[in-house]
């Protein structure tokens, strides 16, 4: 079964509106950790955004936040003021367990992100 | 700046050659690091867990013997790919934790490899 689903293949947004990326997970465990990377064409994963499964409050990081709904497993990334250089390719991944050192990551299919004028 | 470098960024080579990639976490030490393949349009997909010390687990379907890992020290991680045929050809990429804090997993630049 997936265990981290990307629902939108490709998203389009204005300069300067906000923007949601849809992440949904599935795990058994209690403990796992949440994660979004932007991979720009040069291919390299920049780390965004960590959300941990205790963690109360949705994480949040500069233009970055991710909106973490436990019970329905999902951990949204909602980019604010979009810029140009936004556009790229945007993974949801998860890490089962919170051992730390971090765990193997299991990443979605992705979303492709174009940031237009 | 980077905390982990992978090297080469890109690489061609010839059917039947093997090639190395080097991963290393540049200002921490790393007992674990993890190797993904990306083909193009598609996810990355975990190939093998690197330890240091001690044999690399590989995840169902890769094989060991064509991806050779070896984890000599504490800030290296090396990938082999032996006898590279052009099904070999995609990206790939290191991840290396810090232990301190583990909610950040950081890649390296990754190595777009063509076999021809």
């Known amino acids: 079964a997936q265990k981290i689903t990307q629902t939108q293949p490709g998203m389009f947004v204005q300069e300067k509106e906000a923007v949601t990326l849809d992440c949904t997970y599935d795990t058994s465990d209690q403990s796992y950790g949440l994660f979004w990377y932007k991979q720009p064409s040069s291919g390299e994963m920049i780390f965004l955004i960590y959300?941990?499964?205790?963690?109360?409050q949705n994480a949040t990081e500069g233009r970055y936040s991710l909106n973490f709904q436990k019970a329905r497993k999902s951990a949204n990334l909602v980019i604010s003021a979009s810029q140009l250089g936004d556009s790229a390719m945007y993974f949801c991944?998860?890490?089962?367990?919170?051992?730390?050192?971090?765990?193997?990551?299991?990443f979605g299919t992705g979303t492709q992100l174009k940031v237009e004028l | 700046g980077a905390v982990v470098s992978q090297h080469p960024s890109w690489v061609i080579c010839k059917s039947g050659t093997s090639v190395k990639i080097e991963c290393r976490s540049l200002?921490?030490?790393?007992?674990?690091m993890f190797w993904y393949r990306q083909f193009p349009k598609q996810s990355l997909m975990l190939m093998a867990t690197s330890n240091e010390g001690s044999k690399a687990t590989y995840e169902q379907g890769v094989e060991k013997d064509k991806f050779l890992i070896n984890h000599a020290s504490l800030t290296l991680s090396t990938l082999t790919v032996t006898s590279a045929h052009p099904e070999d050809s995609s990206f790939y990429i290191c991840s290396a934790p810090r232990k301190a804090r583990d909610t950040e997993a950081f890649f390296g630049q990754g190595t777009r490899l063509t076999v021809v």
């Open positions: 991944a998860m890490r089962e367990g919170m051992t730390g050192g971090g765990n193997k990551l299991t």
């Open positions: 200002d921490f030490q790393a007992t674990t």
């Open positions: 959300q941990g499964s205790y963690d109360e």
